[in-house]
């Protein structure tokens, strides 16, 4: 069964670091793997998709890494605001429905 | 464009009654899903719909219901409510069956069952 782990729970860093957020999971026969925010009180917002046969991708002050053999993945956050204060979640897809997801990196950028 | 909508945004129960959550999306998506999130557990599929007319069971599927009412709308019944279905539920949809596409989540809905 697939296990998907983020470390650490929560992290709580100064405004204008950059930090990187973790998640390995333990079946590397994954398609894909999708890295999600959430507010409090809110739904998921995709970040970004990293196809299995990708090995990073980037939006804007975001870089998400995947490392498939190794079972694991990364999302690095340049540069951090505020404003990006939230929970991070981390899914991998397997088959084409079904997602499993980790418990959350809870992410806090003091001003 | 509101992307996927569901309602209502919260709802208190008695044990045993039933309600239906509904959910709907303006994307033109084949594919959508129910999930809800506890506590220490994450997030967990309940059923899913892989196209307009066929449902199948995710994870959780027991205590509950599905019907893809059409290409838009994904509801999710509970016949009798219990105090374990005490959760926050999401409603997402996606392209379609390959799994490059991305999932999009609503709102959500929190309910409570005394």
């Known amino acids: 069964k697939q296990e998907v782990t983020q470390i650490p729970a929560a992290l709580s860093v100064p405004e204008g670091e950059n930090l990187v957020l973790n998640c390995s999971f333990t079946?590397?026969?994954?398609?894909?793997l999708q890295w999600f925010r959430q507010d409090p009180g809110k739904g998921l917002t995709s970040l970004l998709l990293i196809q299995s046969s990708q090995r990073e991708q980037t939006s804007g002050r975001l870089n998400a890494s995947l490392d498939k053999s190794s079972g694991r993945s990364t999302l690095y956050i340049a540069a951090s605001q505020p404003g990006d204060s939230a929970t991070y979640l981390c899914a991998v897809i397997q088959g084409a429905q079904k997602l499993v997801f980790g418990q959350g990196t809870r992410l806090t950028i003091n001003p | 464009n509101a992307g996927v909508t569901q309602t209502p945004k919260f709802q208190v129960l008695k044990t045993g009654q039933s309600m239906t959550l509904q959910c709907a999306q303006d994307?033109?998506?084949?594919?959508m899903y129910w999930y809800r999130q506890d506590p220490g557990m994450g997030l967990r599929l309940i059923y899913y719909?892989?196209?307009?007319?066929?449902?199948d069971k995710g994870e959780v599927p027991n205590g509950y219901n599905v019907s893809r009412l059409n290409k838009r709308e994904f509801s999710l019944r509970l016949e009798s409510a219990a105090p374990s279905q005490t959760s926050v539920y999401f409603c997402?949809?996606?392209?379609?069956?390959?799994?490059?596409?991305?999932?999009?989540f609503g709102p959500g809905t929190r309910l409570t069952v005394t």
């Open positions: 079946d590397s026969a994954i398609y894909n």
């Open positions: 997402a949809s996606r392209r379609g069956r390959v799994s490059s596409y991305e999932q999009y």
């Open positions: 719909s892989a196209s307009e007319g066929t449902t």
């Open positions: 994307m033109n998506h084949n594919s």
